[in-house]
């Protein structure tokens, strides 16, 4: 059964940049169907897609955080990233990292990593 | 900018019916739209109920189901029960991005 794990720091300073790290377990990221997702979810707000990638290097962002942010896949790890720069206090939420299918809005999540931004 | 529509709350008595829709600030909602529906409670990740309008996901009970209704993407639930008491957000593909509703607070009592 596919699992996937958020793991980054908790706490980021404004201005610097958020790190996160998706580990993928149960399946495999290299699998030509699946598309891997960074959404977020701020307090007391809805969930807001950020990025996809596929392991081929094929790369979407919404554009309202595309100037801001990379996602990026390590094969070898099984693993993929979101990197989100110059961060504010409007960049606290939930991570979650997510797979799809083509064609399909049936998310896998896990189970989601909470971000702050606070000096 | 396209904004997905949901009722803010809605309550049904247990055992009741109850249908929760999604629509789009402008047009209609279709197929196309891959419209998906997701369960959430305090604290938790999203649950992904019904997929691409009336899929539904691995192990979700068929008291819940999907479907297009005039404009709108609609999730019925049937025979509600006290654990389906939970926040429900519906998620469109509009023009390559993912756009999410702001989600439904059901209350069953």
């Known amino acids: 059964q596919l699992q996937l794990q958020e793991s980054g720091p908790g706490l980021v300073k404004p201005s610097e940049t958020l790190s996160l790290t998706c580990t993928v377990s149960?399946?495999?990221?290299?699998?030509?169907?699946?598309?891997w997702d960074w959404i977020r979810q701020p307090p007391g707000k809805r969930l807001e897609w950020i990025a996809t990638?596929?392991?081929?290097?094929?790369?979407h962002y919404n554009p309202s955080l595309k100037s801001r942010a990379t996602i990026s896949v390590d094969l070898s790890k099984s693993q993929f990233s979101l990197k989100l720069s110059s961060v504010t206090a409007s960049d606290t939420a939930v991570y979650y990292c997510?797979?799809?299918?083509?064609?399909?809005?049936?998310?896998?999540w896990g189970q989601g990593t909470l971000a702050t931004v606070s000096s | 900018q396209t904004v997905v529509t949901q009722e803010p709350s809605f309550s049904v008595s247990p055992g009741g019916t109850v249908t929760l829709t999604c629509g789009l600030s402008?047009?209609?909602?279709?197929?196309?739209?891959?419209p998906t529906w997701y369960q959430q409670t305090p604290g938790q990740a999203p649950r992904t109920l019904i997929y691409?309008?009336?899929s539904r996901s691995s192990g979700v009970p068929d008291r819940f189901s999907g479907s297009i209704v005039g404009n709108k993407a609609a999730l019925t639930v049937t025979g509600a029960q006290a654990d389906d008491e939970s926040d429900y957000y519906c998620?469109?593909?509009?023009?390559?991005?993912?756009?999410f509703g702001g989600g439904t607070k059901l209350t069953v009592l």
């Open positions: 998620v469109l593909y509009v023009a390559g991005l993912w756009v």
């Open positions: 402008s047009g209609s909602v279709s197929d196309s739209y891959l």
């Open positions: 691409n309008t009336n």
């Open positions: 149960g399946g495999s990221i290299n699998s030509g169907n699946s598309y």
């Open positions: 990638i596929h392991y081929s290097g094929f790369t």
């Open positions: 997510a797979r799809h299918t083509a064609q399909s809005g049936d998310f896998s």
